[in-house]
């Protein structure tokens, strides 16, 4: 893959945060005051204090994960999986390397829920794929495929139907691995399961059906909504909370936009193969 389109997207995404935009209004207000432009400085910090408070008191990140997470059922019927894959992200090497313990972050369902899935079903694969998504990598510091691999194998899983990738940087990128682990196995018959974030769910899928994959079972997990509150429960003071899900919404509907303006996923919002 071209360098720049692993570096474009990842300063993409970091320019559409909501939080980067907190700061880049409190440092307009700056200038704007150094420069003795009152006005807009007034304006600014009153955007800015309407943004922030409508934010910390209102949920308004659910409007985006929202159809992201409904897109698919949540525990779908599976029958005699050949694989069972987990998508990279809920790892968190920093407390793996510095504490030397098995470490998830808030993503980490991902991993619990996948291995639980192959404890159910003993026959099938258990794959993991996802390798460093940072700009900069650091050698000396374990990627996700490493932290991955220590939690599977305290878990209890058999190594000998455990397969690591550690090359897939971002999502477009799990399919050629998982292709390629698929193969070295002998390439078992029968549906393939897929694993990650329910907001991530929907572009995960898209790129394994625009590769080429048949029989692709998405199996949900890691909501981060709670569709069984009104909207008056959901009210309250919960700043980091709410700014999460705002991110995280965002980032995904950019990305999946630009993924289908890139040929990478069978449709703008995927529902299957």
Partial sequence: MPEWTFVVPKL??????????????????????LFRFHKLAGWVTASLV??????????????????LETRFPTYPDIDNPAAIIILGGGEASGPHD?????????????????????????????????GTGSIRPDATRSNSAQVAQDVIEAMGVEQERTLIGPQARTTEEHPTEVRALLESAGGPSGPIVIVTSAFHMPRSIGVFCQAGFQNVIPY?????????LSFFDK????????????????????????????????ALFPSGC
């Fill in 220 to 228: 949900p997990v890691d909501h981060r909504t709670t569709p069984n």
């Fill in 98 to 130: 510095a504490w030397d313990t098995l470490s998830l972050n808030e993503a980490g369902d991902r991993i619990v829920e996948g291995i639980a899935l192959a404890k159910g079903h003993e026959d099938a694969l258990l794959i993991f794929t996802g």
């Fill in 12 to 33: 993409l995404a970091f320019l559409i945060r909501p939080d980067v935009w907190l700061w880049l209004g409190i440092l307009t207000v700056g200038s704007a005051l």
């Fill in 235 to 266: 009210l309250g003071w919960d700043y980091a909370g709410n700014l999460a899900q705002l991110q995280n919404g965002i980032r995904e509907w950019v990305a999946l936009v630009t993924y289908h303006w890139r040929g990478r996923t069978n």
């Fill in 50 to 67: 309407v943004a922030v408070t409508l934010v910390a008191f209102v949920p308004v990140g659910t409007v985006w994960l929202g159809p």
